[in-house]
């Protein structure tokens, strides 16, 4: 879950790391309440990149100035992101920008500092960034090490490792995927503010996390209604262009179908990961959205049982096709309680299709046939 800067803000400065006055407004005339003096910068809060770049960040002289920045900024919409609300600060007396960051490395199997002493835009072009396994158990000596790498000395070092060990606390104790502070600043008065913060929180560790229960949904703002409800379902959707919906449990086997399709000269409608250990209420749920996309003409499911028991989705199907008898649909259904899903299909009258190349091949011939009808003779 990707957070917005405000609410970043509002964690880093829980947790003790500086962070600028602001106030949220969504409306011109709500400026006149903020009291932080002139100038102000005021910025989009969106969940994309590339804000600056996109004009999402003004600066305001003025009350007059500003209220028109509001109105403006309000109807920005940046990569398909629509504005939220605008955060408003004072402008800081800026010295000099850096960057810190807690994430994870999977290859090393531990998180890394990522920082460097010179921040803003395009940090990951910058050839001087320092990338630094954090040890466990924790020290504060690892925020005064990096510091010293950076180059910083006297109160400004001090300063910028009790951040960098504030910033780890709260990556390890909220399960965060990606704690960033881009830039950290230092003021012409050597305080080190954080001017600007990104959040990723892990969403599996949501259901551990009280703070964050409750937050998802209004988070999913940039995805589509149906990506959105399959991301509340627990599921992985991808919305695409083709005309074939795929149905699969786990990213490597949808991944592979998907390849295989697009080999047969087939076309995705979808990527639609069930996940492992999917019953037949998630089941069904999936494939209610994946037969929602008007362009999908066929449906593929390409389910391994595993820990999804095969009745359990053969049960979804049952219901399914009651519900959708005019449904195209390709089944290739092997593993956990097969000879019980088979037996399920069979007297559905639904055909299953056991090798892997002919139930990939068939829909990519029904899609085919489909799309050289004529419109409307293709959707009777």
């Known amino acids: 879950m990707n957070l917005f800067e405000y609410e970043a803000k509002r964690i880093f400065e829980a947790g003790g790391i500086p962070v600028p006055p602001s106030a949220r407004v969504t409306k011109p005339e709500e400026l006149a309440k903020v009291h932080f003096g002139y100038p102000l910068v005021l910025k989009c809060q969106v969940l994309t990149g590339g804000r600056g770049k996109a004009g ?24 398909g992101s629509k504005t939220e609300s605008l955060l408003v600060e004072p402008k800081m007396p800026i010295a000099r920008e850096m960057y810190l ?17 010179e921040g803003g835009i395009e940090i990951e072009t910058n050839p001087h960034v320092l990338t630094e396994p954090i040890p466990t158990p924790y020290h504060p000596y690892v925020g005064r090490a990096l510091a010293a790498k950076l180059g910083l000395t006297g109160v400004v ?20 995927d990606l704690a960033e502070i881009n830039p950290l600043v ?78 047969f000269g087939g076309q995705p409608g979808n990527f639609l990961d069930a996940g492992g250990g999917s019953d037949q209420k998630k089941t069904l ?83 085919k046939a489909a799309g050289k009808k004529p419109a409307l003779a293709a959707k009777a």
């Not at 960040?57 to 509001?70: C, M, N, P, R, S």
């Not at 499911?301 to 449904?327: Q, S, W, Y």
């Not at 399920?344 to 029904?366: C, D, F, H, T």
Request: proline letters at 3%.
């Open 56 to 79: 999402g960040i003004q600066f305001a002289h003025d009350l007059t100035e500003g209220k028109k920045w509001v109105k403006d900024l309000m109807a920005l919409e940046i990569k």
């Open 157 to 176: 070092m001090t300063r910028f490792a009790d951040i960098a060990n504030k910033l780890y606390k709260l990556f390890e104790s909220k399960d965060l």
């Open 186 to 263: 230092i003021t012409t008065g050597d305080d080190v503010v954080a001017l600007d913060g990104k959040i990723i929180v892990n969403d599996d560790s949501i259901a551990r996390q009280p703070q964050f229960k409750g937050w998802m949904e209004p988070h999913l703002c940039d995805l589509s209604s149906r990506e959105r409800r399959a991301k509340m379902a627990d599921l992985n959707l991808v919305e695409l262009d083709g005309n074939i919906g795929i149905l699969c449990n786990g990213a490597g086997l949808t991944m592979a179908t998907m390849d295989m399709v697009k080999a």
């Open 285 to 367: 749920a999936a494939l209610e959205l994946v037969n929602e996309n008007p362009n999908v003409e066929v449906i593929l499911l390409n389910i391994l049982g595993g820990i999804t028991a095969c009745d359990e989705v053969a049960g979804a199907l049952v219901e399914f096709m009651k519900k959708h008898p005019e449904r195209q649909m390709v089944v290739r259904l092997r593993g956990n309680n097969q000879d019980k899903a088979e037996t399920m299909l069979a007297a559905s009258g639904l055909k299953l299709y056991p090798a892997l190349e002919e139930a990939v091949k068939e829909p990519v011939a029904r899609s």
């Open 101 to 117: 960051a807690v994430t994870l490395d999977r290859e090393r199997g531990c998180p890394i500092f990522i920082a460097a002493a």
